[in-house]
């Protein structure tokens, strides 16, 4: 018996408490505050229901729920169909887990053939390692392990810059050079993919740092030498979760290892503090050089994350 069917509006009280008292996630670390915050968060995910939404009910209401989306910004920019997964979880231990996302996959697989996606993201918490297993079953690929960070604003080591350098608010006519920066910066997802063309994936580097240059949601901070960017991070504040996060870093080849992303990444806790308690970020458990960079500013661990692609048969650019 098909136990998966679409979320109906009697659903959405034990998928509410289901998402909100998911056991995994970088949140589950920090202070009980921000954990609060995100768990209502979760659960305000689940007040409605839309196409894509998907329970599995044993009879006692969702035991596992997921949501499949497709991605209009991620479509238009790679130039074929994407879709995301998330919310995924399950209720259990690792064995019943595993069983209830093998019956839910195959049923968000085939939402996502009908819409004629090419390529899925999935982001999961490594320690869910029956969601693990179970989207490595489906034939999605890990292609990167998060290393998720965290760090209390009321203690920052004092910021320092390297002779040469000054810091300052980012401006327009950055933006040429901030897109160099970013596009040598090849520490994510689309880059880990092999699939993806190096072309088609410094294109999105440098979108991506012109995108959050025009946010008005976002801090830009530029490292200057000689009149031109050599470096930049980018912050957001999120109120509700008194936090703001990095949400991404860079550095010209020809000024790395001058102390320049240290500085940057003290200056923008310095920013951050008074506003926020705590500063998040996430890079990738490759990017050796960032962790140590982060660890040495004072940053601790959170729980890492897994990130998973898939492709439908044929379709990746690289394909040959």
Not at 237 to 263: C, E, F, H, N, Y
Request: contains cysteine; aromatic residues 8%.
């Amino acid at each position: 018996m098909d136990r998966v069917r679409a979320c109906a509006e009697g659903d959405l009280a034990g998928a509410a408490a289901l998402a909100g008292a998911y056991p995994y996630g970088h949140w589950t670390l920090l202070p009980e505050d921000a954990r609060a915050v995100m768990a209502a968060r979760l659960e305000r995910g689940w007040q409605t229901c839309a196409d894509g939404d998907f329970v599995l009910d044993a009879g006692r209401g969702p035991e596992a729920l997921l949501r499949a989306r497709m991605l209009d910004w991620d479509s238009d920019f790679f130039g074929f169909p994407c879709g995301t997964l998330s919310f995924v979880h399950a209720r259990g231990d690792g064995p019943a887990r595993l069983g209830a996302y093998r019956e839910l996959l195959p049923r968000a697989a085939r939402w996502f053939r009908a819409r004629g996606a090419r390529f899925v993201t999935v982001k999961c918490d490594s320690r869910d390692t029956a969601l693990v297993q179970a989207l490595t079953e489906a034939g999605c690929r890990m292609v990167e392990v998060q290393v998720n960070l965290w760090h209390d604003l009321a203690r920052i080591p004092a910021p320092g810059l390297a002779p040469g350098f000054a810091l300052r608010a980012s401006r327009d006519e950055d933006l040429p050079a901030l897109r160099d920066v970013s596009a040598a910066s090849r520490w994510d997802r689309f880059h880990a993919d092999h699939a993806f063309p190096a072309g088609l994936t410094d294109a999105f580097r440098r979108t991506w740092i012109g995108n959050l240059h025009a946010s008005a949601s976002d801090e830009v901070l530029v490292a200057e030498a000689d009149g031109r960017a050599a470096g930049f991070v980018t912050t957001r504040l999120d109120p509700q979760m008194q936090a703001g996060q990095i949400k991404l870093v860079g550095v010209a080849p020809a000024s790395r290892a001058r102390g320049l992303g240290t500085a940057l990444v003290l200056r923008a806790l310095e920013s951050m503090r008074g506003r926020a308690v705590r500063m998040l970020v996430q890079t990738q458990a490759s990017n050796c050089e960032s962790v140590r960079l982060y660890l040495k500013a004072g940053f601790a661990w959170a729980p890492s994350g897994a990130t998973f692609h898939w492709w439908s048969p044929g379709a990746a650019p690289g394909a040959a």
